[in-house]
């Protein structure tokens, strides 16, 4: 225990921390439960992984045209914008992970594009995910909105 105590002090904060990050890296590749969890993996994560595996959450994969597959875990009584704010939770994650530095419109994203289910459009705001059909381990579909057409009177 002195040994670690007097280690613990010739190293710089820097130092022991990445001593940690890579401790722990090493832990979780080794656990069988634990091992397709991110090593920068925040509390909001280990939460959302928990309450997956007491059955008070549910995953949904969101299927993007060109893009990896999206895996965005929320409550089973969740409504379609919490679907929505956890989607972009998520992206926000990966970009950061991914050290991407680009500012989305979510405004845009979501005025553009529509979340399906066997081809149902997601489109009320408010209403239970549950109302569509939507239970756990389902692949949403992110589509282009289809332009409606004027008509001229």
Do not use: C
Request: net charge neutral; glycine share 2%.
């Amino acid at each position: 225990m002195e040994n670690e105590e007097d280690l613990a002090s010739t190293l710089s904060h820097d130092e022991l921390l990445e001593i940690t990050q890579s401790s722990l890296a090493t832990l979780l590749s080794k656990d069988s439960y634990l091992k397709d969890l991110p090593n920068d993996i925040i509390i909001e994560e280990i939460v959302s992984q928990i309450a997956v595996e007491h059955g008070q959450s549910i995953t949904i994969f969101i299927s993007r045209e060109s893009e990896p597959t999206l895996k965005v875990i929320i409550p089973q009584d969740a409504s379609v914008r919490d679907l929505k704010k956890a989607i972009q939770r998520h992206f926000e994650l990966y970009q950061k992970r991914a050290g991407i530095k680009t500012k989305i419109s979510w405004k845009y994203i979501w005025k553009t594009y529509t979340l399906n289910f066997d081809s149902i459009v997601l489109d009320d705001n408010n209403a239970n995910i549950q109302d569509y059909g939507v239970t756990n381990k389902v692949t949403l579909i992110f589509k282009k909105r289809k332009k409606q057409k004027k008509f001229v009177v």
